[in-house]
C-alpha cells in the first residue's frame, strides 16, 4: 500500500508477533514507519496473504524467520492445509521439508515456551513378506529413549506408522527412530531433532 504525503487512509490488517521470547503487543500500540522486509520475508508475506493458513501455523512460520526456529515448529492438525507454508519456508532457508513436527508445551507466561512436549509424523515403510515389528527411539549415544511399538505383526508392501511421541523433558540434540523386522533386523531408520 502507498499513501501520498499528507494523506490518511484507514485499513484493516492482521499482524504477527516477531518475537518470540516476548510477549504481544499491548491493545492500540502505535507502529512507527519501519523499512521494506528483506526479500524473503515479501515471499513469506505473499504466501500467506494468498492462502488461508491456520493463524497458530502462520505465526510459527514467522517465528522461523524471525527467531531462527525449527521449521519442524510449523505445525497444525491438518498437516496437508499448511504444506505450502512449510515448503515456501524450506525454499527460502535452503532446507527439506521436515517429516515430523514438534508440538511445544503450552506456557501462558509466554508466548513461546521453547520446550518441546511431543514429536508427530508419519513414518512409511515397505515390506517383502509379513513380519513382526519393533519400533524404538535411541539418542545419539545409542540409548533407547523409548519403544512406542512392540512386536506388532505387520502385513506385506506399504505401511506407515503414526507416531505420536512424548519427548518432555528429553534433552536436546538428535534422535533416531528405529524400524525393526523379526526382533533383531534394522529395517528401516528416520531421524529428528529437538532444537
Not at 71 to 97: C, F, P, Q, W
Not at 165 to 187: F, Q
Amino acid at each position: 500500500m502507498i499513501i501520498p504525503p499528507l494523506a490518511t487512509h484507514k485499513i484493516s490488517a492482521y499482524g504477527f508477533c516477531c518475537e518470540s521470547h516476548d510477549m504481544s503487543p499491548t491493545p492500540g500500540l502505535k507502529f512507527k514507519i519501519g523499512y521494506m522486509a528483506p526479500p524473503d520475508w515479501q515471499k513469506l508475506a505473499e504466501v500467506i496473504d494468498k492462502n488461508n493458513f491456520p493463524a497458530s501455523a502462520v505465526q510459527s512460520a514467522v517465528w522461523v524467520l524471525s527467531n531462527g526456529h525449527a521449521l519442524s515448529s510449523v505445525y497444525d492438525n491438518d498437516m496437508a492445509s499448511i504444506h505450502l507454508l512449510r515448503k515456501t519456508l524450506a525454499d527460502i532457508k535452503g532446507e527439506e521439508v521436515p517429516w515430523y513436527s514438534i508440538i511445544y508445551k503450552t506456557d501462558t507466561a509466554t508466548l513461546f515456551s521453547n520446550v518441546p512436549e511431543k514429536v508427530i509424523g508419519e513414518i512409511d515403510y515397505y515390506l517383502r513378506n509379513n513380519a513382526v515389528i519393533t519400533i524404538n527411539v535411541r539418542n545419539k549415544n545409542g540409548v533407547v529413549m523409548a519403544t512406542p511399538v512392540r512386536n506388532m505383526p505387520a502385513n506385506p508392501g506399504q505401511n506407515s506408522y503414526n507416531l505420536d511421541l512424548n519427548v518432555t523433558g528429553w534433552k536436546r540434540g538428535d534422535y533416531e527412530i528405529y524400524i525393526y523386522t523379526d526382533l533383531s533386523t534394522v529395517h528401516s531408520k528416520r531421524a529428528f531433532k529437538l532444537p
